[in-house]
């Protein structure tokens, strides 16, 4: 059986990622924007193998928990 990758709108992943990285809003080196893209990235990919896009609309405070969570796994 095919299982497709569950993806959430591309909009939507540009938004988190970018959130995420941006979230201090304060300038930052360009090797540290690049690392802390990769460890966004990395979290967002953990969380959306756990909480659906539906999920994410249901619940946002339960997708925020679980992503805070695959930052610190991911850094």
Known sequence: MFLEEQRY???VEYELIDSCVNSSNRAM???RYTDKTQICICALN????NISYK???KSESEFLTHFRNSVKNCS
């Not at 953990?46 to 193998?49: A, D, L, N």
């Open 9 to 11: 709108p591309l909009e």
């Open 29 to 31: 080196s360009y090797s």
């Open 46 to 49: 953990q969380t959306m193998e």
């Open 55 to 57: 999920q994410l609309k």
